[in-house]
Structure formats: C-alpha cells, structure tokens
C-alpha cells in the first residue's frame, strides 16, 4: 500500500524502508529474531564437513548416543508389551469429554500407574557417560589426560579458573549482583534500586541482546518474566495462543504411552516438593502438550540426538509408514518434570508458560540429556566438574575417590536437573538468569564444585558414599551467588 503514495521515490526506496522499520518498531523485532537465532543455531561448519558434524562433529560421540536411544527405545518398547498398551489410541468421546471438563486439575484423577516406571534414571545415564571411550585414544596413552582420576574418560577440552573468570567477568566481587546481601562497594539497596531502574528501562527499549547483557548481574523478581520473555523472544501473540490450543486438543484427542510417564514423573518428583506441588495441573498441561508439539523436531538439526520412529501397526521397517514417536521426539526421563516447575513461579498463562519452557528446552535443557561434545553438554559439564575439583581442592578429590564416593555421583542429578529441585527456588531463578545471560550451561559444573569446596571440611570426615550424600543431601539453604562468586574469584589460583 505505501508504495503507492505518491511521497514514496524509487531512488529513496531502501532509506524509506529502513525509516519506516524504525518507526513502525519492526526494526527492533526483526534485531530480536536474528539475535535469537544467532542464539540458538551452531556456527556453520567447514563448507566440506559432512551435514551430520552439524549434530555432532565427533564419530563416537554420535556412535554413543544411537546406541543410548536404542536403549531407551528398547526400555519403552518393552513396557508396551509387557502392559499391553498401545503407543497412541484414539480416547473414547466419553472419555475426550471428561478429559476435557477436567483440564484445569488433572492432579485431582489418579490413573493407576503402579505398572509404570520411568524409562530410565540420571544415574542409568552417568554409567553411560562413565563408559564412553575415544578410540583413538585407547593405544597411544597420552599422559596429560590419562592423569584425570575422574570417572569421565573423554578428552574434550574445558575451561580453567583463568579463563572461566573471563567469562564469568560480570560476576566478579567487585561488580553489583542481585542475590548478594552484603556487598562491601555499594550498599545493596542502592545497587538494588539502580538495577532495577536499568531494568525497566531495558525492557522498555525491547532489546533482547541488551535484556541478555543486563540478567548476568541477576533479575530482580517483579521484571524477571518479562525480561526471560524477552531474552528467548516470546510475544504471546494470538497465533501463539492458537497453537497451543490446538496443542491441547491433541491431548485431549489422542491418548499417548508417554502421557502415563509424565504423569507418573509429576508424581514422583514435583508433588512430593515443597516448592512445586502447587503447580501439579500446570506441569501435566505443559508436559502433555509439548509432547505433541512436532516445532520441537527442528531442534534435532542441531542436537546429537535423533528422534524415535515407530511403525504403523503391520508396517514395521517401511519407512513411509514410519512417524515419530512421541511427536516431539522427546521421550521424558524420571525428573524430566523440574525442568517446568520453577517456570510456574514466573508464568500464570498456560500458552506463555508453554512457549516459555519449550524455548528453554530447545536452548539448553536438551543437552543436560544427549550425549555430545558441546561445551554446554552434560559429558563437558561433567569433566569441567572433575577438571575444577581435581585441581583445586585435590586432596579433597582424592579423599573422596579412596572412599568409593566419586564426587560426579553426587553432583550429576543436580546437573541434570539444572539443580532444579536442589535450590530453593528464588535461588535456582538467579542462577538460571545467569545460564540465559550467559547461554550456557558450564555454570552448572562451577556450582557444582563450589558445592563441594563449601562443605569440603565436613566431607574430608566421611568414609563412604551414603555418608558424602548425606553431608550434600540438602541444597535448599544454600546462596548460589556467594558460592560461586568465591569459588572463580577467591580461589587462589
């Protein structure tokens, strides 16, 4: 339409363009797009690397974790035979209706799960991870690696305290951080008021690179949603919404397999938390939904994971007949659940809540459980925690490796889960602003030993496992910025 304005010229064409973008506010939303795919897609690869590398550049690695989906297939499959239970049936309009009536407290119907049991566990992954080997390595023995002592025997490269406090600068002692109380330099309520004035101010600019910058230093609560929003770059439109009521009338069409494993997995997990069990019917309705949600396959061109198949009754191994299963591709693990739990803190509305977690998830979440190189995967994250122990508290690490109580098989649930359900709530949300400010996970594994170097005196004591995992068993007192702030900056290196 304004082409046709007699004020529009040809020559002016592109200026026109770009003045209207700037005033029509398109050019800030067009910023955002990019920067959040910048955000989530790998850098490209050499022109001749093979489309697969763009998964996962490292053969055994690729290797491994089609032989884990093939156990966790295996797992699922079985309990389809064993209970007699299809993958996907139509619900009977009887029981659509119901379903339906109910949605807003789905907690309330205990379906009988007593024959379920989770797919698998963190720890059936930690023997996994514990096992992986690179073969090229296994002949010539190369002593710098050989002398790490921890149960992960990859050599992958991972950061050092050095280079960890280069990227972890903003959080350094001398810098405000929301999350610290006594802060010598500024008087925290001064610090606090300032912060959140650039907050707003943030948020009023719809900047999503700039929204990023500011939650390193920490969100104060009442902007927190929205800047998370505007970070992953979620509007709520009315089409978003749409989806997902189209999401939830899947639900209440089809009945899934993986239905029952959510919601055993709520059960489990999230109802027994005293921080959680609130947002029971919130979890089943995000967790039921984004298990239809076939937008969440794309993030497979850049996971080292593959999405399941399965074969329309009959049709086993022709492939025209192949669909994916679960539709998502996703098959949920026990605690899969506390990854949507604390978002319900921030998020009342279903639909914002949904696209909230599924952008997390696709983002960061699915690496915690996919076997890979990436420096954010949970097998770096492991190593960088063995790494950082190892060389800094040493006869810490040795004490605990004598005793048969090797640190990792403590600290890798709390990993796993993103130390959700570990932490106290409002001090998991500081931490997951940082992993959003930083858009990465390596601040995981630096929580994880400071974890360890903040009990290591009554550690030193134990003299077994059962004994370590009591001294760790409750996380819920801990304050995760002090903790890492003295672990990267007063470590003495």
């Known amino acids: 339409v304004s082409l046709h304005k007699p004020e529009i010229k040809l020559e002016s064409l592109k200026e026109d363009i770009?003045?209207?973008?700037?005033?029509?506010?398109?050019?800030?939303?067009?910023?955002?797009?990019?920067?959040?795919?910048?955000?989530?897609?790998?850098?490209?690869?050499?022109p001749a690397a093979p489309p697969e590398h763009m998964k996962e550049p490292l053969a055994y690695m690729r290797k491994a974790q089609g032989s884990w989906e093939k156990r966790i297939l295996k797992s699922l499959n079985s309990m389809c035979t064993e209970l007699s239970i299809p993958l996907a049936q139509k619900r009977p309009v009887s029981e659509q209706k119901e379903l339906l009536n109910k949605w807003n407290e789905m907690g309330t119907d205990e379906p009988d799960l007593s024959l379920f049991r989770p797919v698998y566990a963190p720890k059936d992954f930690l023997e996994v991870l514990m096992n992986l080997r690179n073969p090229n390595y296994e002949n010539g023995e190369q002593p710098s690696f050989r002398n790490h002592l921890g149960l992960i025997q990859v050599p992958l490269k991972v950061k050092d305290i050095?280079?960890?406090?280069?990227?972890?600068?903003?959080?350094?002692?001398?810098?405000?951080?929301?999350?610290?109380?006594?802060?010598?330099?500024?008087?925290?309520?001064?610090?606090?008021?300032?912060?959140?004035?650039?907050?707003?101010?943030?948020?009023?600019?719809?900047?999503?690179?700039?929204?990023?910058?500011?939650?390193?230093?920490?969100?104060?609560?009442?902007?927190?949603?929205?800047?998370?929003?505007?970070?992953?770059?979620?509007?709520?439109?009315?089409?978003?919404?749409?989806?997902?009521e189209q999401l939830k009338s899947n639900v209440i069409q089809h009945d899934l397999l993986v239905d029952s494993l959510i919601y055993k997995d709520v059960k489990l997990t999230a109802s027994n938390d005293d921080y959680y069990f609130v947002f029971e019917d919130y979890l089943y309705q995000v967790l039921l939904c984004f298990s239809r949600d076939t937008s969440v396959l794309e993030h497979f061109t850049y996971s080292s994971a593959t999405p399941p198949k399965s074969y329309i009754q009959g049709k086993l191994g022709m492939e025209e007949y192949a669909v994916f299963y679960p539709p998502n591709g996703v098959i949920p693990f026990h605690g899969f659940s506390m990854y949507v739990a604390p978002l319900c803190f921030l998020y009342h509305e279903p639909s914002k809540l949904y696209q909230i977690f599924r952008e997390m998830y696709v983002r960061f979440f699915f690496r915690l459980h996919s076997i890979s190189s990436h420096p954010s995967g949970i097998v770096s994250l492991c190593l960088l925690f063995e790494t950082l122990l190892q060389t800094h508290l040493p006869q810490l690490f040795y004490h605990l490796r004598e005793i048969g109580a090797q640190p990792l098989r403590i600290s890798f649930k709390w990993m796993v889960r993103a130390f959700s359900g570990y932490l106290a709530t409002d001090q998991l949300l500081l931490l997951w602003d940082r992993i959003l400010g930083y858009n990465s996970l390596e601040i995981l594994a630096v929580l994880a030993a400071a974890v360890f170097a903040f009990r290591a005196v009554n550690l030193m004591e134990v003299t077994s496992l059962a004994a370590a995992e009591a001294v760790l068993a409750d996380l819920s007192t801990l304050k995760v910025m002090p903790l890492l702030q003295i672990f990267l900056f007063a470590t003495v290196t």
């Open 162 to 244: 050095p280079e960890l406090k280069e990227d972890f600068s903003e959080l350094g002692l001398n810098i405000g951080q929301l999350g610290i109380d006594d802060s010598a330099q500024v008087p925290p309520e001064f610090f606090e008021n300032e912060h959140v004035r650039v907050g707003q101010k943030v948020l009023a600019e719809q900047d999503s690179a700039a929204a990023q910058q500011y939650v390193r230093q920490g969100c104060p609560t009442a902007l927190r949603a929205d800047l998370w929003a505007l970070i992953l770059n979620i509007s709520n439109q009315p089409e978003d919404i749409l989806y997902y």
């Open 18 to 46: 770009k003045d209207f973008l700037k005033t029509s506010g398109w050019e800030k939303k067009l910023q955002n797009a990019v920067y959040s795919e910048l955000n989530v897609f790998p850098s490209p690869c050499h």
